[in-house]
């Protein structure tokens, strides 16, 4: 597992090595690079190690921890796939009135 700390202000880097060891992979930027900057951060990190899959997380995200073996199969059971994504839910709220953030969605290689 990688983290990427991008820039935080309160030593979250260290707080995760102490906490989780040679679990966890941190890369600390120095900079803010923006959510997109860190998440690329990461999935450079991944990539360069040869990693098949990756996957972005925010810090505050619920897993069900069946979702990555779904995510996993899917992508397994569809070698044209170069993207899939779980569905995204929240609180009830003006940005998601029936709770859906994100309804999914899956990405052939060969798409545009």
Do not use: K
């Given at each position: 597992?990688?983290?990427?700390?991008?820039?935080?202000?309160?030593?979250?880097?260290?707080?995760?090595?102490?906490?989780?060891?040679?679990?966890?992979?941190?890369?600390?930027?120095?900079?803010?690079?923006?959510y997109g900057g860190g998440a690329n951060l990461g999935l450079r990190w991944a990539l360069d190690r040869?990693?098949?899959?990756?996957?972005?997380?925010?810090?505050?995200?619920?897993?069900?921890?069946?979702?990555?073996?779904?995510?996993?199969?899917?992508?397994?059971?569809?070698?044209?796939?170069?993207?899939?994504?779980?569905?995204?839910?929240?609180?009830?709220?003006?940005?998601?009135?029936?709770?859906?953030?994100?309804?999914?969605?899956?990405?052939?290689?060969?798409?545009?």
């Open positions: 597992m990688v983290v990427v700390d991008n820039a935080s202000p309160c030593g979250d880097a260290d707080r995760l090595l102490a906490e989780f060891g040679g679990r966890v992979h941190v890369i600390a930027s120095r900079e803010s690079l923006g040869g990693a098949t899959y990756a996957w972005v997380l925010n810090n505050d995200t619920v897993v069900d921890p069946a979702c990555i073996g779904m995510l996993v199969d899917g992508m397994e059971s569809n070698p044209r796939l170069g993207v899939l994504s779980p569905q995204i839910l929240c609180a009830v709220g003006p940005d998601a009135p029936s709770g859906v953030r994100f309804s999914g969605t899956g990405r052939n290689r060969d798409s545009t």
